[in-house]
């Protein structure tokens, strides 16, 4: 559990990006989930729920989706379920539990860049743009590899609502982190996949890509086998996220072909 | 009958559904210091300083202990009658730790806080030993992990502490060479199981304080709160009167609290203090720092017949006792003796070692070496009818038992009553096993196969376990029931209060169940051993027949009629000859506490030469994702013979729960430790219980024959329940993908792997 | 800091440490129905409502719950009683200590997902683990107080 001398219910987003600034301890609190696993010893715990960033924006093709937005209002909201064959809604819907989800956030989520995150592998298989208070808008990929700088994710932009896709993971137990997850979309010609829980960070594989684009689904397993690092954990090795990444692909493919990204 | 064999709801669910307080932790007194451990780091070490004057600075703290304020007194946390088969191998502190994990230091004060920032300044020295992880190495292996000279044992138990050597023997019955070498077939196997977690979800809790005689209060979260007493009292230096043991509701146990985990801390720090004193388990120390089942590889040699036979069993178990030995020396005796008797071999041989290791201590969990016995031969029996072309179910019923039979190496009595062919009968067709075995079920995508075992486990300890019970009249015609027995949430107090209410002939509302407090209890050896149903059940039996007995002679001098024609039907004393002279219950009670009355309470005692075996049969069907190697347990289905079901809701929930976690220990469970010996999953997080939708609908029925000795015919259920997933599953995976699982978990990566290798390499 | 906290309809106006979690202010006020049972935020055993919501008490900052509305199991007894009579009545609860976390999670089913087929229910439901019961009575029962349509 992390200790606190002052916790900041900030009013306004200045306000708590200036908070985050004036002490290296000072941490910025979002679904909580994952830290109060830490033991880190905080000046100022920095709350931005009070500002209105939970919010769900459908734009045509696009979602706008606000930092302090629940994982279950991912499940819940029409708009997201309907976006890209509902990949997001079901990329969520095995994380731990309900109410877990309530509390843990899509900013919080994107902001850990964990290897093991179900959300970060769907956003990645769309156009996804991370907007941050300080530093501006950059793509989802380009955030996922930057050093961390203290600043605060407001909200993410989705595009691509248009698009077919399909999610699927492999888990030891049904609510257990993902031993390897895997999401393609498509829209026309242009094909997206990605492979997550490697254990490493999720990631595309451009030639498998194009070799869904042209068909050759045997050509596309192999490449995320032979293109994409695998590793060993806990959970599984080396060996067999490699094998099974094949094999996940294979059925996100079918998946999407047969009927979207709803079960 | 009236109450016995009804489904009568758990009489504490309303207040544990409605969330009443009534656990440990909701009734620590709100002034109670808060105490905390500070564990050892390593895995074997001595500690060479320990410097608290930092801690003891911190304001709100009342004292930082060390092993050089504790007694030097050995003792054992073994929830086990006296003279325990457990070494005394523990020291409160001490300055060696065996296991990371193991306590260096206690720290009370007035909040978590303070605590938590008093632990982080103590500063200790270590001089690292070399650990042994690996209990395979531990045999002979240099490092001697119980060096110390007051080690003892209250009697010889094989062991020979310079070679980590904990415990070892054996039985054996037959020509053992002879008989294997006339069989058609020898097979001989090696099978590994792990330390799993009994992870019940309340942890290790416990309160003290100093009551107003200066008496030693524990209120804990224990399954065995007079082996309690008497521990604590050891292991303080303090006579036994001086201390009383409370047990509030618990939540959960299923062994993990058959030791003493958490209670001496506090205990020791109310002692110095005289102030009351709390302390609660993390969930992580109550995986990594308190007792788990013993990890185990078992060799199993099997003699047959080319028609299925058996005629041999020869079973080898070298077991981990961890860093200490509370339930070691006596899990193992299991692994052979409750699983070589359903095959009635002509010959047979079990031996086994128990080794020490610089890990978390084995403890006691549900099936107690059964568990790990019945993976590992019926994994054999599976693996041998395979060889032999013949159907396992068909093997079982050809070689188990009959009722009344003496079974070879089962030590405890013959085989009194059982139903076990109509379980394994009955389980095949609930699971649909004549149109499922041995055909291939596959799409390409997934295969499905089906498997069973059969277990047996005892109920209660013969000639050890005594169970104790009161029934008291009071003067309102209401009863007390008083049980030393502890209910961990398996509903016994239900079970028990249906026995007296069937040999009072009364409602169930007229029973008021007392709670366990060793200053008023009956003694109890406490829940474990599947004791409760069996050996409290009769002492409750006994008392209320007693007790009718004496209402009826009561009721007899009020009316002033002759004994013999007086009847007590539960409600009244009513003479057989003339109806209009009777006297109620209530108002006979009340006349029996004025002026020359006589108060009615009665205790019996029970124990039994015999452990009458229940029995169970257990099938699985199973789906295998053949691209991930991923095992889904679609079905589930057993046939229990428990003996007459005291309460059907109550023994079905038990059933599925304990396939719950059989199924867990088969697929989900994986306990792990990195080379320097840290417990790698000692989380919710990391070590993996079945949550629901990992399980299919369990089934269950019962097959209940009338075991004679036992009370309205019941023998036990708590234990066999966990015990033939393990073996089943392994079973039917083999069956769907030809891959063998000799070893647990049965990972989707081995599966896989399995696959491919009959592959000749990998496929999509 | 100061908080205003709801906890059943009841004004808590208390001084916190700043970093405590929902579930010790509860615990605090003597709302013992809430458990703990981990602490890595698996196991659903201290599942209370903010706001109606269910959310993991030991994940939920109690400064954050400040201004709003919190429910606990004593807070909807009611309802509490009548599923318990239920679960009771199929032997679903067993030692109990899993038994307040997954009657807020069942509750909150029923308002979440009006007549939730099986499947729905047992995914709802996933986050309470239980190690007593194998789940099966769990879900008849759930599935039986569902059926009878109580308020």
Redesign the interface.
């Known amino acids: ?7 900041l ?1 900030a009013s306004s987003l200045e306000e708590a990006y200036d908070a985050l600034q004036k002490n290296k301890t000072n941490t910025l ?1 979002a ?3 994952w830290l ?2 830490t033991r880190k010893r ?1 000046w100022t ?1 920095v ?1 931005i ?1 009070r500002l209105g960033l939970d919010s769900i924006v459908p734009d045509g093709d696009t979602l706008q989706i606000g930092a302090m937005a629940s994982l279950h209002s991912l499940e ?1 909201d029409p708009a997201v379920k309907g976006f890209a064959g509902g990949i997001l809604s079901e990329a969520v ?2 994380i ?8 843990a956030t899509v900013g919080g989520c994107v902001w850990m860049r964990a290897g093991f995150s179900d959300l970060l592998t769907a956003l990645l298989a769309l156009d996804t743009t991370v907007c941050l208070y300080h530093a501006g808008q950059m793509p989802l990929d380009e955030f996922l590899t930057s050093p961390v700088k203290k600043d605060i994710l407001t909200h993410i932009i989705v595009r691509g609502g248009q698009r077919r896709a399909a999610y699927v993971s492999m888990r030891l137990t ?2 257990d982190f993902p031993v390897l997850t895997a999401a393609v979309s498509l829209l026309g010609e242009d094909w997206r996949v990605v492979l997550g829980a490697r254990p490493g960070l999720a990631a595309r594989c451009e030639r498998a890509e194009n070799a869904l684009g042209t068909g050759d689904r045997d050509a596309a397993i192999q490449a995320v086998r032979d293109d994409l690092r695998y590793g060993g954990n806990l959970r599984a090795s080396e060996a067999y996220r490699r094998q099974v990444a094949g094999v996940l692909l294979a059925r996100a493919v079918e998946k999407l072909a047969g009927e979207g990204a709803a079960e | 009958m009236n109450t016995v064999n009804q ?1 009568i ?2 009489i ?10 009534v ?1 440990t932790d ?1 009734l620590a007194p709100a002034n109670c210091l808060i105490v905390k451990v500070l564990r050892s780091p390593h895995a074997f070490a001595k500690i060479k300083s320990i410097k608290t004057d930092a801690a003891l600075k911190v304001n709100g703290i009342e004292c930082v202990l060390t092993y050089a304020d504790m007694p030097k007194i050995r003792y054992t946390l073994a929830g086990q009658s006296y003279p325990e088969p457990s070494p005394y191998d523990r020291y409160i502190l001490e300055d060696i730790v065996r296991y990371v994990g193991d306590p260096v230091a206690i720290v009370a004060g007035r909040d978590e ?1 303070t605590v938590d920032k008093a632990l982080k300044m103590i500063r200790v020295k270590y001089e690292l030993l070399p650990p042994v992880i690996d209990f395979e190495q531990a045999l002979d292996n240099p490092s001697v992990i119980h060096p110390e000279a007051d080690y003892f044992n209250n009697f010889p138990i094989g062991g020979d502490v310079k070679r980590n050597l904990l415990a070892s023997g054996g039985h054996s019955g037959g020509d053992l060479d002879a008989v294997f070498s006339s069989c058609d077939i020898v097979q001989e196997e090696t099978y590994y199981t792990k330390a799993n977690a ?6 290790f809790r416990t309160y003290t304080y100093l009551d107003h005689n200066s008496r030693l209060t524990v209120v804990t979260s224990t399954q065995v709160p007079f082996h309690c007493r008497r521990q604590i009292a050891r292991a303080l230096g303090l006579p036994k009167s001086a201390v009383r043991v409370i047990k509030p ?4 146990g ?1 062994g993990a609290k058959q030791t003493l985990v958490s209670e001496m801390f506090p205990a020791v720090v109310t002692m110095r203090t005289g102030r009351p004193a709390k302390i609660v388990y ?3 120390e109550t995986f990594a720092a308190s007792n788990s089942r013993h990890q185990m590889r078992v060799t199993v040699k099997v003699g047959a017949m080319k028609d299925g036979t058996i005629r041999a069993l020869d079973v080898y178990a070298l077991s981990n006792a961890g860093a200490y030995g509370e339930h070691a020396s006596t899990t193992v005796g299991l692994v052979g003796s409750k699983s070589i008797a359903l095959y009635t071999p002509e010959a047979y041989r079990f031996h086994y070692d128990v080794v020490y290791t610089n890990t978390m201590a084995g403890g006691a969990f549900r099936g107690y070496g059964a568990t790990q016995g019945c993976f590992a031969v019926e994994s054999a029996i599976n693996q041998l009818a395979d060889r032999l072309g013949l159907d396992p179910a068909e093997i079982r019923l050809k070689n188990i038992p009959k009722q009344g039979a003496a079974m070879p190496a089962y030590l405890d009595g013959p085989l009194s009553s059982s139903r076990l062919d109509e379980c394994i009968r009955r389980g095949m067709e609930m699971i649909g096993w004549k149109e499922k075995f041995g055909i291939c079920r596959s799409d390409g995508k997934t295969a499905r196969g089906v498997g069973m075992a059969i277990t047996m486990q005892g109920s209660g300890i013969a000639n050890i376990d005594t169970c104790a019970a009161t029934i008291r009249l009071n003067d309102n015609g209401f009863y007390t029931l008083f049980i030393g027995a502890t209910d ?4 016994c107090d239900t079970i028990l209060a249906q026995m007296a209410a069937e040999t009072l002939h009364c409602p169930m509302e007229r029973i008021t169940v007392d709670g366990v407090d060793t200053d008023h209890s009956p003694f109890d050896k406490g829940s474990y051993a599947s004791g409760t149903t069996y050996l409290t059940g009769m002492a409750v039996v006994k008392a209320c027949t007693e007790l009718c007995e004496k209402i009826r002679r009561q009721g007899a001098l009020k009316l002033g009629i002759s004994l013999s024609q007086a009847a007590f039907d539960g409600d009244q004393v009513v003479s057989t000859l003339d109806p209009a002279q009777a006297i109620g219950l209530e108002p006979l009670a009340q006349q029996l506490v004025v002026g020359d009355g006589e108060w009615l309470q009665v205790t019996a005692t029970h124990s039994s030469p015999v452990s009458p075996p229940p029995l169970m049969a257990g099938f699985a069907d199973v789906e295998v994702d053949l691209g991930t190697g991923k095992v889904r347990v679609l079905d589930y289905a057993a046939v229990v013979d428990c003996g007459t079901v005291i ?4 023994a ?3 059933a ?6 059989g199924i867990g220990m088969a697929l989900y469970e994986d306990i792990q430790y990195n080379p320097q010996g840290k417990m790698l999953n000692d ?3 990391q070590y993996k ?1 079945p ?3 990992d ?1 299919p ?2 089934r269950v029925e019962f097959a209940p024959s009338y075991e004679p000795s036992g009370p309205f015919g019941a023998k036990s259920i708590g234990e066999v329940v966990i015990n033939t997933p393990s073996p089943a599953i392994a079973s039917a995976i083999f069956q769907a993908t030809g891959v063998i699982c000799r070893s647990l978990p049965a990972t989707p990566e081995h599966i896989l792997l399995g696959m491919a290798k009959k592959q000749g390499g990998a496929g999509a | ?1 100061k908080v205003k906290i709801k906890v059943n309809g009841k004004l808590f106006d208390k001084h916190i ?3 405590m ?1 929902l579930i010790d202010f509860l615990r605090k006020y ?1 709302f ?4 703990r ?9 201290c ?1 209370v409502w903010v706001d109606q ?4 008490s ?4 109690a ?2 719950a ?1 201004g709003h509305e919190v429910t ?3 807070g909807v ?1 009611p309802e ?2 009548v ?3 239920v ?14 976390g997954f ?1 807020m ?1 069942v509750l ?1 089913l029923k308002r ?1 997902i009006p007549n939730p087929t099986e499947e729905q229910a ?18 008849k029962a759930v599935m039986q107080y569902l059926k009878e349509g109580y308020q």
């Open positions: 559990m992390f200790t606190a001398k002052t916790y219910l609190v679904g909580c989930c109060k696993m905080i715990a709350d729920s819940t819907r095995r731990v539990g309900v109410q877990f989800r309530n509390c049904e609510t | 489904p709801p758990k504490d669910a309303q207040a544990l559904t409605t969330g009443k307080g656990y909701d806080r009994q992870a019940m979800m309340e942890t509701r618990i939540g959960g299923f993390t969930r992580q961990m949430g398996t509903g309460n059907p809701n109550l079905t929930v038990q599925q729960g304990g396939i719950a976690q989380s919710f997080m219980i949550s629901r939708l399980l609908d369990i | 800091m440490p700043n970093d979690m003597g013992y129905s809430v458990k049972g981990c602490e890595s935020s698996n196991c659903g055993l599942t919501k269910p959310v993991l030991c994940s939920y900052p400064a954050r400040d606990t199991l004593e007894l509490a009683e599923f318990g009579r679960m009771a009545s199929m032997g679903a609860e067993q030692c109990g200590f899993c038994s307040p009657v999670a909150a979440e047992r995914e709802y439901l996933a986050g309470n683990l239980c190690r007593c019961s194998g789940y099966a009575s769990q879900m």
